[in-house]
């Protein structure tokens, strides 16, 4: 996907080509990022004028229409898990996040919306990934959540994305900004493919569809495939009964998404126990998570494991618990 964009970042025109890619460099993230901040190396010495000075540019181009754009900004750092060559948890790691991850992610996110568009143009049948705004039931319940802490949303709005930006970027360095950036996640639908266009509510974008990751997502792949059909790349594009399929095609992509998640979740949870098996009566920080008439829910700061603390176990004080 080749795009031309302003100096605004406005994208002014976008075209597809079937075409092989030769990696001249191979950089990784980090190496990009040392050159731009002066510490090139012999690789990169001969690209930062000619490559990466010019690329950064084109970000800074970029993420001046994101910041107009106003697309959701949640602070959830990835957590990762370093395995001994026995498959067991040495430590776990919060890489930093570089301008280099976020420039990439930055042209793969204008990348979608082109295909979305270019497949409108020529009328071919698509998958999209959804995601509509959260539910208003779950705007309520975030609403009185929020009233505990003495913070409130917009009344009266149609909630957009830039609402809980305003939220998130009033509680940045408070000691419950974890806890509200995890309680507004959970707010949000869940993404999801469909063959009929519902908008991308986190990326406050009219159409999306996953086109930039063909090896690891079939999603990607049968865009890919509308694609060649679309242009007449070849004759290895979508079939009629692939499109005849679309809807469960979308739904059976979508359920295997939510399963791979969940082993995801469940893996490291098995395994982040594993490590702390060993550790009883050892201290941690953490943080309360959530509270029921049983006891709290506490996140380790450290591993980011949750655990449960039952009331009996609190001492000899006295509780009440209340909801409100």
Not at 112 to 122: C, F, M
Not at 300 to 306: E, R, V
């Amino acid at each position: 996907c080749f795009m031309v964009f302003d100096k605004s970042g406005t994208k002014k025109s976008h075209r597809f080509a079937r075409a092989v890619m030769r990696s001249a460099a191979k950089l990784s993230y980090e190496e990009a990022q040392a050159a731009i901040d002066g510490r090139s190396n012999a690789k990169t010495d001969v690209l930062l004028e000619g490559v990466l000075k010019p690329l950064w540019k084109a970000y800074g181009a970029l993420m001046k229409a994101r910041e107009k754009r106003e697309p959701l900004e949640l602070d959830l750092p990835e957590r990762k898990l370093v395995l001994d060559d026995k498959g067991k948890v040495l430590r776990v790691v919060t890489p930093l996040r570089l301008d280099a991850h976020k420039l990439i992610e930055e042209f793969m996110i204008q990348a979608n919306p082109s295909a979305a568009e270019e497949l409108e143009a020529k009328k071919t049948p698509q998958l999209y990934r959804v995601h509509e705004p959260p539910s208003e039931e779950k705007v309520r319940a975030l609403s009185m959540f929020l009233k505990t802490l003495d913070l409130s949303l917009p009344h009266g709005q149609v909630m957009k994305p830039k609402h809980f930006n305003q939220l998130l970027e009033e509680v940045k360095g408070k000691d419950y900004q974890n806890l509200v950036n995890d309680v507004v996640l959970r707010t949000q639908a869940q993404a999801a493919y469909a063959p009929i266009n519902k908008g991308h509510f986190g990326l406050t974008l009219r159409r999306y569809s996953h086109f930039t990751s063909p090896i690891r997502r079939y999603a990607d792949l049968i865009v890919h495939r509308a694609l060649i059909s679309a242009l007449g790349f070849g004759d290895d594009g979508l079939s009629a009964d692939d499109i005849s399929r679309l809807t469960e095609t979308a739904e059976m992509i979508s359920d295997a998404e939510r399963r791979a998640m969940a082993a995801e979740r469940e893996t490291t949870d098995r395994l982040i126990a594993a490590h702390l098996a060993g550790q009883t009566g050892a201290n941690f920080r953490g943080r309360i998570g959530g509270v029921v008439g049983a006891g709290l829910f506490i996140k380790l700061n450290d591993t980011g494991a949750d655990g449960f603390v039952p009331v009996s176990s609190l001492g000899s004080d006295y509780f009440v618990y209340s909801d409100v």
